[in-house]
């Protein structure tokens, strides 16, 4: 059962391979009567699209957004709204090196066996190009929700990373390449990327969410609770390995006289160990979340691999590749935030009567 | 829009509340043809059930469960099977003292927030007496694959923990009642929860799963993806505030030449950095994640909070509660894992014809 | 994929065998802080029940409903709605004549064929006693749009019918055991079925329903227009053949000129060809369709069939049925009915924001 | 909750108005493996194409369909198939004229009532152009389930009919342009559609289908039987008003000893009334059902209609219509009915292990 639908009562179907036609979906259940800004979703697509910085992949894709239906005299109509972005740049010769190949930790190997026939061009369809119609939908699900403030920044590359006790501007995300609110740290967040990707190699890193003005009663127990359809969503991403939000692992070694959340009279909390959710619901206070990527699996380097007849081979990495994932990936975090919770929302005015 | 639902080919419904005549729940979707092992059910049940040792809650529930359908001499039909676990010792009168009051780091505020109207008698559908039917459910799902073998631990409580680089036998497991597989940690971990309960207070923990003999292909991208409803299922269970498979936060730290994982000719690889999923697909190796639990938030102490008018009010827990929820919730990540990786296994029998 | 679930926002999922321990399901989706009337769910089931006349089966069953979770002090709570109906006056002994025979237009033959395994007695899942549950369901649906009156009829018995040019006091329905609100067709109807009986056979006829009071805006396009929804509620009732609403059949042979509704300017139309649904919308003017039952295939007369082995035999029906479903059909079509409405009702709410 | 999605397993999710970009979709679902016949696909959006005829409408569009994603070296690899055909020859000024008037029987005030923002322009998403991308899906649907031959033909025209006791060479469908196998019938179709059209008038008419060689077991009890799902698939399709099967409306006169299909010992039954269905699965049978259209709305008469502002206003039609829908109605009756039946054959692959 094929699963390239998310969400229930907002929802994204997706299409494409990365060196096919093109990438884009449909997003049904926005509701009608909504202005659309298009330029915001643009913006969003450009903090993800490739070669928008030295420490990226170098690939140049416009990824402009095209529109073809839903929206009317510049409003929404409560029909589906259909998008593409044309691959522009795909290079699938870059890929001939690889056909019958299984690049290590990549998913050649297990498409292969689960549907006996693959597009090998640049990952087909499990690239990670794939987010480019995720983040489309997810600007849009942000004006479905315009209270919210949704605000990713990245955490950690390798070791090299920010304080929890801290609070950083989050204003400040956007005023360096790699992303990160401490100048300091970003700094050296760039020159260790740069170090990398001259090694051939790649590294991963954290990336933190804050949602900030959420209402109060988004979120469906027992099975749609919030933070169950967050961490899904999360590990939905390609190289996402780990999720936690509020007090997270760490929470773990606390005792419950340390870690519950007392409150105030105004129904808001003094500490927010919870993250912001309550039973599955949302509470009012800020969520927050941490989401784990691993290293770029394609390296510049030389790997032992094996081809379809299970055979030793050497690979390397050809084309231009990220050597770290995070810095584009907060747009997408962002998104993905964001189609849940506006779905949540939407959820939520079936309720009461 | 309700969430009681979870699954997609095999789904589970459920209902009830801790203290409302009973819980139980409808599973769909189990094929017709397979020869039920009830007293396997059961065991799970027994697994998960209060009372059943001296570090869990001493409240007295048998937690018999009883079929109603979907079963024909000893066999399934392919109909739904409704199961019903009965509330036998339910002390609504404990509760009558909270009536009113919102319990620190509880789901009571926000489900009057929502719904406007509570069942507030112990928590009510909030409560982990929900479990009950996710586990009667899971211990179904695990008679679907056999062939695969789900075993969760107890990997820490508090700050005593097992280490990750360490092979345990997974057969220990039940040979303590804190559902540890090293006997000396295990100790450590059932002295520590008495003092705990001793002092009134709570305490957090991990579990870890470890899941073998996985046939190569389940999982379905880009919205289905095999940790994504790994993680949706985990971060479902009350109390749990993270999931990380595989490296995961770890794994963030390191470059891509250490993560990556070197096949083997055999197909298999050489590492497991990918925690057996490539692509959202299960690609043969051992599946293992870690999920986090926060302490109790229910103390046998004082605490200061409010109540629906949101004054100030003290509340002290009465009743009988878990000082530590980890040691039972072994058989509550076990039974979410097995819902998951059966529907996984159903539903890729349609992705070739 | 099994299919026991019914509805998208408002979500019935039933369980149970005609002669299991019970049949009973889950409404997910209620709204919470409803007052519940229970007596009138009762009610619907005692219009549905066995044994309440001269012209149907005779078989007792009290048909009493226990709620398990969802209400509390009267009052729904936004949690599942479980409930059971138990299955009291099961005589599985007048089925062991047909184990392993195929009773002829029964549904037998079709899941031995597509389960391997069949709970052959009474039909198993197969029997109209599943619909305890819909009517069950449908009764809670009513109540959650109170202002839209639903009220069906039986329309005909084999030849004897209504016409479609007359106008009927829908208030009399319930006054004459077949539900037909003309007396004296009513009364041919009643001698009718009571012939058919005594030959030991069985007849067919037709329920015409009249929806009235619909909000304006029930139902979405393209594929959850609201007759289609309806339609397929009624070909989910075992027995019916077909769905006809508005002109239906007999508007295939208008012209265009004859068959348009035309506006008044209050918005409503002069004429209702259109049977009160625009593009899969409700307009506002009354819904009506029919809905065709074939005759009941089990009778009181030998025929002739096969066994497992595909061997001929003959068979006799045992056991008490209908001579006719039309009577106890009649709730059962308001159920479905109510089960859609207050689905594409609850669905409504999210369409604008 | 928007509803533009149809199908479980096999799921087809459409957008596009009539004039906006274009119309398309996306099918999920479809297995890996299969080579599919593009010139097939195209040939059935043929059938349905406007302008194909001297009785339907003169509209030129192309209809030609761009496939972008799914297929690689000409087999489908079990991702998504996105497709898309442009609105070649869309007049949006033939629509200025109706800007603000409700043409009656059309979907335009309900439209405006639900979403409050609607896209005029020939009908925006509520047009039956939106059928190209049914067509396109059912298309690949056949593909997936090659054994199974879908037949539908025009049954009647206005007062028009064919007999049901009679059988016809379905062969001869295609060779006369109103798509009736009988040619004495076709041309007195023929004749009084041009007289109609002649008139500015419409006419109404009814589908008949057809399915043969379908395996034995597909359909899922009990909300998702096979003729709830094709009666669902049908009242989709504007301009239906009814759907009956097997014996229909007719059969309700029947007595069940008249009824009942009595079993040969190969396991078919010597009469039909059944339709190939039983307890909602297939039997083996031939499955065939009827569709009843109506008139087409838009006349190219002067007809008396209210504004947004509810003031009477006069409305001719302008721009190309059909003067029948039904010829062009054929492919559409096939798509979706083969889009049900492969989605239920998918579905039966899970029905045992």
């Known amino acids: 059962m094929a699963g390239n639908t998310f969400g229930h009562i907002l929802r994204l179907t997706t299409y494409g391979e990365s060196h096919g036609v093109s990438v884009g979906g ?41 529109f073809k239906s839903g929206i009317f005299e510049g409003k929404t109509t409560g029909m589906p709204i259909a998008f593409e ?38 990952g087909g369809r499990s690239s990670a190009r794939e987010t480019v119609s995720w983040v489309a939908a997810g600007a849009i699900a942000k004006q479905i929700i315009p209270f919210i403030q949704i605000k990713a920044y990245t955490f950690s590359v390798g070791t090299l990373q920010l304080s929890d006790d801290q609070n950083y501007n989050l204003e400040q995300v956007e005023s360096n390449i790699v992303r990160c609110p401490d100048q300091d740290i970003a700094d050296k967040m760039i020159a260790h990327i740069k170090t990398v990707r001259k090694n051939g190699d ?15 009663g988004l979120g469906d127990p027992v099975f749609e609770k919030l933070q169950a359809n967050l961490a899904k969503a999360m590990l939905s991403i390609n190289a996402v390995k780990g999720f936690e939000y509020g007090s997270g692992f760490s929470g773990t070694q606390l005792y419950g006289s340390q870690h519950n959340d007392i409150f105030e009279e105004s129904g808001r909390t003094k500490t927010n160990h919870s993250g912001g959710i309550q039973g599955g619901i949302s509470n009012g206070m800020p969520i927050y979340f941490k989401v784990a990527f691993k290293p770029v699996a394609t390296l510049m380097q030389s ?4 081809d379809q007849s299970h055979q030793a081979v050497e690979i390397t990495g050809k084309g231009r590749h990220d050597p770290c994932v995070v810095p584009r990936a907060i747009p997408i975090v962002e998104a993905m935030t964001a189609l849940v919770l506006a779905d949540a929302y939407l959820s939520h005015k079936t309720t009461q009567v």
């Open 26 to 66: 449909i997003l049904d259940g926005v509701p009608a009567g909504l202005t659309l800004d298009i330029e915001k979703i643009q913006l969003d697509l450009d903090r993800r699209k490739p070669g928008q910085s030295a420490i990226v992949t170098q690939r140049k894709e416009s990824d402009t957004i095209r």
């Open 303 to 306: 790997q032992r691999s094996i």
């Open 85 to 122: 972005v044309v691959n522009a740049d795909q290079k699938s010769k870059d890929y001939g090196h690889i056909k019958g190949k299984y690049r290590p930790s990549h998913a050649d190997y297990t498409y292969d066996e689960k549907y006996g026939h693959r597009d090998y061009r640049g």
């Open 202 to 216: 790649t590294v991963g890193g954290q990336v933190k969410c804050v949602v900030e003005h959420v209402p109060i």
